[in-house]
Nanobody, 117 residues
Framework: QVQLVESGGGLVQPGEALTLSCAASGFTFNHYAIQWHRQAPGKERELVAGISSNGNGNKLYADSVKGRFTISRDNTKNTAFLQMSSLKPEDTAVYYC?????????WGQGTQVTVSA
């Protein structure tokens, strides 16, 4: 059974940091690229960051999070991470993890991140 389980979301104040985790099971994790997406209320889901299957090479980031967010993965633990710093209220959203390989794609259920004073 394929599973992607996000965790680590919560309520933080502006300027604080948070790290999200995405735990994978039921498929060969190190064959899949990982992307983090987010969806704010009333807005479309947007790509936040991406990392290749082996974690090497270029990582991609949305302009809105460059310099503040860092994507990484630990293939020995079948887990991906999104380190978020200098959080802003506009970062408030449900954050989703996606695993991609060719036309195969899996989604997690999402974790809520709320940035508010």
């Amino acid at each position: 059974q394929v599973q992607l389980v996000e965790s680590g979301g919560g309520l933080v104040q502006p300027g604080e940091a948070l790290t999200l985790s995405c735990a994978a099971s039921g498929f060969t994790f190190n064959h899949y690229a990982i992307q983090w997406h987010r969806q704010a209320p009333g807005k479309e889901r947007e790509l936040v960051a991406g990392i290749s299957s082996n974690g090497n090479g270029n990582k991609l980031y949305a302009d809105s999070v460059k310099g503040r967010f860092t994507i990484s993965r630990d293939n020995t633990k079948n887990t991906a991470f999104l380190q978020m710093s200098s959080l802003k209220p506009e970062d408030t959203a449900v954050y989703y993890c996606q695993a991609l390989m060719g036309r195969s794609a899996y989604w997690g259920q999402g974790t809520q991140v709320t940035v508010s004073a």
